[in-house]
Every structure is written in structure tokens, then in C-alpha cells.
């Protein structure tokens, strides 16, 4: 027999009887292909109990934005900018720039918050390189988060100030060509 726990009594509160250190990860490839992996983990994560937050900032096409979630079981909600493409060039039109800055002020303002113990970051560096989202911005963010919330950055050119920062670096290479 399988019994469900209810998700109000999942994570209720997040204080614990000690002090948990949260982990600034990067994940990053040429190829830009290790977002299967980053995934298995947030999803794994979720399916322990754990709140869990992706937000891809440059992925678009579906309306979503921070307003409507996708919510992934109980404890995982998944965020795309609320834009009708996906972003690939830094020209974007005020529309755009506009739904990009609210996904970003919305991001941070959630993690200030302590809702999530993980939140991932997709392609967060690429929203830097285009100069989309100040790096100083990225870098006070990751700094003043609560203490408690894991980061995971994804993205293929992560700036040197943020690897400097990180706990853990991924990177995902090719070890021979075809």
C-alpha cells in the first residue's frame, strides 16, 4: 500500500533544527546540452518533498510568464518568459525587454522570499552575455539569497565574477569527435 501525503504538511515550513548551507552550481557546455541533467535533478528533488523553481529566461513561444506556472506535481513550477519567441539575439523591442525584466524581478523577489529550495536558472549567462540582465544584478542576487536556497545557473558562457562565486562547477565537454 502507497499513501499520499498531503501536500499542505509537504514543507510547511522550511526552518529546520539547524543550519542548512544552500549551493550557487553552474552547469555549462559548448554544446549546450546538459539541461536533461539539471532537470532529473530538480524533478528528483521535487519528488522528495522539496519546493522547486525553474525559470528559463530566454525560452518563450508558449505566453507563460510569471503569472501562469507550470506546475509539475505539487512541489515543482516551471517558468518561461511570457514572450511569443524565443530570445537568440540581444535586439529585443520594449515588449520583450519588458517581459524579460518581469521575469527577473519576479525570480528574485521569490527566492528572497524562501519559497523554493531550489531554483534553477536556464540560460541565465546568455540573458548576461546580451546584456539583458546586469551581471551585478546576478552577482548581489546570488549573494543576498537566503541562506537555505540551492542555485543551479545554466548556460554556455558563464562569466568569470560568477564561476568565481560558485560552489560547484559542471562543465559537459566532448571526450572524442564523431
Same mark, same amino acid.
Given at each position: 500500500?502507497? @499513501? &499520499? ?15 542548512? *548551507? ?9 554544446? %549546450? ?8 535533478? @530538480?524533478?528528483?528533488? @521535487?519528488? &522528495? ?9 530566454? #525560452?518563450?513561444?508558449?505566453? &507563460?510568464?510569471?503569472?501562469?506556472? +507550470? &506546475?509539475?506535481?505539487?512541489?515543482? !513550477? ?6 511569443? %519567441?524565443?530570445? !537568440? ?11 524579460? *525584466?518581469?521575469?527577473? *524581478?519576479?525570480?528574485? $523577489? ?18 548576461? #552575455? ?12 546570488? $549573494? #543576498? ?6 542555485? +543551479?545557473?545554466?548556460?554556455?558562457? +558563464? ?13 559537459? %565537454? ?5
Amino acid at each position: 500500500m502507497v @499513501a &499520499q501525503i498531503e501536500p499542505s504538511s509537504i514543507n510547511s515550513s522550511l526552518s529546520l533544527p539547524y543550519s542548512v *548551507q544552500g549551493l550557487v552550481q553552474v552547469f555549462t557546455s559548448s554544446q %549546450r546540452n546538459f539541461f536533461t541533467a539539471v532537470m532529473a535533478q @530538480a524533478l528528483r528533488i @521535487a519528488g &522528495q518533498g522539496t519546493p522547486v523553481l525553474i525559470v528559463q529566461f530566454l #525560452k518563450g513561444g508558449i505566453r &507563460q510568464g510569471a503569472d501562469r506556472p +507550470i &506546475q509539475m506535481g505539487q512541489n515543482l !513550477d516551471w517558468l518561461r518568459c511570457d514572450l511569443l %519567441r524565443c530570445i !537568440d539575439t540581444p535586439q529585443l523591442d520594449d515588449t520583450e525587454t519588458e517581459a524579460l *525584466q518581469q521575469l527577473w *524581478q519576479y525570480t528574485q $523577489t521569490v527566492v528572497s522570499e524562501g519559497k523554493y529550495s531550489l531554483v534553477v536558472l536556464d540560460e541565465l549567462s546568455l540573458a548576461i #552575455k546580451f546584456g539583458l540582465i546586469p551581471e551585478a544584478e546576478v552577482l548581489e542576487f546570488l $549573494t #543576498k539569497r537566503p541562506p537555505h536556497v540551492d542555485l +543551479i545557473l545554466t548556460g554556455t558562457e +558563464i562569466p568569470t565574477s560568477i564561476l568565481d562565486v560558485a560552489d560547484q562547477i559542471t562543465e559537459i %565537454r566532448r571526450s572524442h569527435q564523431p
